[in-house]
């Protein structure tokens, strides 16, 4: 064997892994990526944070349901969500709570739920404030309510 012939049949060897451009490219494609689906994915957390509180004001609206079934009237403004978990004075031998299985929990947005009797349009209003804990807004801002 010649050396002439050894070296014409190996063709130079080039480094194993990537290039600093071709890993700028793959970062900015990620980059632009997150910003198109991150506002997509934010925007549906706040949907879900407003589906929560409309579910827990439902099972709100049960429970004042069965303890009106049971005392005959719903609590007052001064009783509150409260008399759903410890009788009050008023409610007398007829009350036979706790009619909710732990604590009153608060919004999805740590504040608590506010409690009129009488409603704007009923016996009874459950209102979350929203996001901004302010009343009126849009969006995420929104109040809540059972009426």
């Known amino acids: 064997m010649h050396a002439a012939q050894l070296q014409g049949n190996k063709a130079p060897r080039r480094a194993a892994g ?21 506002p997509k994915y934010f925007s549906q957390l706040g949907k879900s944070e407003v589906t929560i509180a409309k579910a ?39 009350w036979n709570g706790p009619y909710l299985k ?18 704007t349009k009923g016996e009874y209003e459950i209102i979350s404030l929203g996001k901004d804990g302010q009343p009126g807004g849009t969006g995420e801002d929104a109040d809540i309510s059972s009426q």
């Open 56 to 94: 827990q004001i439902e099972a709100f609206e049960k429970s004042l349901d069965t303890y009106r079934l049971d005392v005959g009237r719903y609590p007052s403004a001064e009783e509150g969500l409260a008399a759903l978990l410890a009788a009050p004075a008023s409610a007398g031998a007829k």
């Open 18 to 38: 990537f290039t600093l451009l071709e890993l700028l490219v793959v970062i900015v494609i990620i980059g632009l990526l997150a910003a198109y689906v991150g």
């Open 102 to 119: 732990k604590g009153v929990p608060p919004d999805p947005w740590g504040k608590p739920y506010q409690y009129r009797a009488p409603g």
